[in-house]
């Protein structure tokens, strides 16, 4: 058999398989009834959540667009303790080192242990 008769063999059958559509009044009504009634409850779901995707990507940029708007204002006061420390954080220049000595200054060149 050649490919001709293949494709002929081919279109009778889809003739057979697809009956002819009589154009009617009818004929769009018909189709979308057709439409809608496949129409179930995970299409409603899935137009949904695209609105709700999109909304909440909207709401992203309109928040990302006021923090980037909205400039950092500069403080007027001095540095605070937290700049401070963070500026000079070395254990010799901070003030609370004379308290964290074992031994009373009067014994640091002496043994510092207790004589009883």
Known sequence: ???????DELFQRYRA??????????????LWHKIESRHNF???FQGLARAVATASAAV???????NLAAAPKVQSTGPTYTD???ADHTAERTYYTEALRN???????????PRH
């Not at 992203?60 to 006021?66: R, V």
């Not at 031994?103 to 242990?113: H, I, K, L, V």
Request: proline letters at 11%; hydrophobic letters at 50%.
């Open 84 to 86: 401070a420390l963070m």
């Open 1 to 7: 058999m050649s490919d001709e008769s293949h494709l």
């Open 42 to 44: 995970w299409f409603v």
């Open 17 to 30: 398989a697809c009956p002819e559509v009589e154009p009617s009044a009818n004929f769009m009504p018909l």
């Open 60 to 66: 992203c940029l309109l928040l990302l667009i006021l």
């Open 103 to 113: 031994t009373p200054p009067s014994m640091e060149g002496q043994d510092a242990t």
